[in-house]
């Protein structure tokens, strides 16, 4: 697999996994990305403290914010992706997951 089919895979399966939060749709969580009940209450509890509401806006991320990294000693990539708005409006949040063998893990979303 080139750098670049990995960085498109990479980023469309992060993309995916956003709309997935978007919809907070924890069925497709759970069997596409491995997301367990915890980490789903995690997720929401994150987005509802930034955003002070349950009513949080739609996500995405951005190829130009969009970084991946191979690690030293393990296999895969570590990604991080910047959390916007749908309407472009640059959030403090910043989607961390793990990509090997065309499989993307979720790590956490953190204030950065």
Not at 39 to 49: A, G, T, W, Y
Not at 78 to 87: C, Y
Not at 100 to 111: A, G, P, Q, S
């Amino acid at each position: 697999m080139t750098n670049k089919t990995i960085f498109q895979t990479a980023f469309q399966l992060n993309a995916e996994l956003v709309e997935n939060i978007n919809s907070m749709n924890f069925e497709n969580l759970k069997s596409n990305f491995g997301i367990n009940s915890a980490v789903f209450e995690e997720i929401k509890e994150e987005l509802f403290d930034y955003f002070e509401t349950e009513d949080i806006p739609k996500l995405k991320i951005l190829e130009t914010n969009f970084s991946i990294f191979k690690y030293d000693s393990l296999e895969g990539f570590g990604i991080e992706a910047k959390l916007f708005t749908v309407d472009n409006k640059e959030t403090e949040l910043t989607l961390h997951t793990e990509f090997d063998n065309n499989t993307l893990r979720f790590k956490l979303i953190e204030v950065m």
